[in-house]
């Protein structure tokens, strides 16, 4: 595909409004990687946060760089060493620019193959291109850090949110009871996904209702992490998307305390694939956008209360 040009939604400044490139090159495939006609792409708070530069770190922006993360799309070739994939493969996983892809909100990407799994059977596009983030985050968190058994307890903040609303289903698989914060309007829905528990946080607080809870999975951050401690039984641990574990507390409370940074893998992929397709997990997409809405979509999902994903339709 030397010399086509497709359309991407890229940034050129931190801080600057998104534009719609309609003259962009095919990302050329190198070894490792496959070159993805992408079918939709995820929308995930990490997008926006991208935009307006607080997740530079002080790193200079390549210039112009494509946004997006996760995504579905077909397999049109692949690069030197690549043999799990072929031509005409149906995939799900991470372009995102930050780890080593070309960005998802284009028509065409590239992507590690380690980052990247089979869609799952019984997902349509928009459904697949919502979970590799928030199911990964997810799934790593709740069986892999937390090692989740049945019979614990667990409270879940953010549960209508997409990485909280996976968390619930994993953590109902995996036979634990569950608590979570969300507002009242969310309620109906997290029963529907399996909560036990619902904690209105606008007019309650969970403290106050929960006690010798095995761990905490934070996707709120601030006071609500801080709180979280309270809760926890001696020995429990809390994991946050983002806070770094504060030590005063871990000794005062008697607990273990981690932070979570996500990298998307083929092995969990196939794990959601599965899980997917068994019934075992849903994802529940909030609203669709086109990709030349791009900025709306980013704009829904930073200013409201989405229930489990944004999607951008691209083919």
Known sequence: MEGVTVKAVQIKEYGKDIEINQEVKVPEISSGKVLVKVHAAGVNPVDWKITEGYMSQGKKLNSPMTLGGDFTGTVTDVGEGVTEYDKGDNVYGSGAVRM?????????????????????????NIEAAALPLVGVSAWDVISNKIDLRE?????????????????????????????????????????????????????????????????????????????????????????????????????????????????????????????????????????VFPLDKAGQALEYQRNNSVKGKVVIEID
């Open 100 to 124: 080593g892809g070309s960005g998802a909100y284009a028509e065409y990407l590239s992507a590690d193959a380690g980052q990247i799994s089979k869609k799952p059977a019984k997902a349509n």
């Open 151 to 287: 019979g614990q307890k667990i409270l879940i903040h953010g549960g209508s949110g997409g990485i909280g609303s996976i968390a619930i289903q994993v953590a109902k698989y995996l036979g634990a009871y569950v608590a979570t914060t969300a507002r009242k309007d969310k309620a109906d829905y997290l029963k529907e996904i399996g909560a036990d528990e619902i904690i209105d946080y606008k007019n309650e607080r969970f403290e106050d209702r929960l006690h010798d809870y095995d761990a905490v999975f934070d996707t709120v951050g601030g006071d609500t992490y801080k709180r979280s401690f309270r809760i926890l039984k001696k020995g429990g641990i809390i994991v946050s998307m983002l806070e770094e574990p504060d030590k005063e507390l871990m000794d005062k409370y008697h607990v273990n305390a981690m932070g979570q940074f996500t990298r998307i893998n083929s092995a969990i992929l196939e794990k959601l694939a599965e899980l997917f397709d068994k019934g075992i997990i849903k994802v529940n997409v909030d609203k």
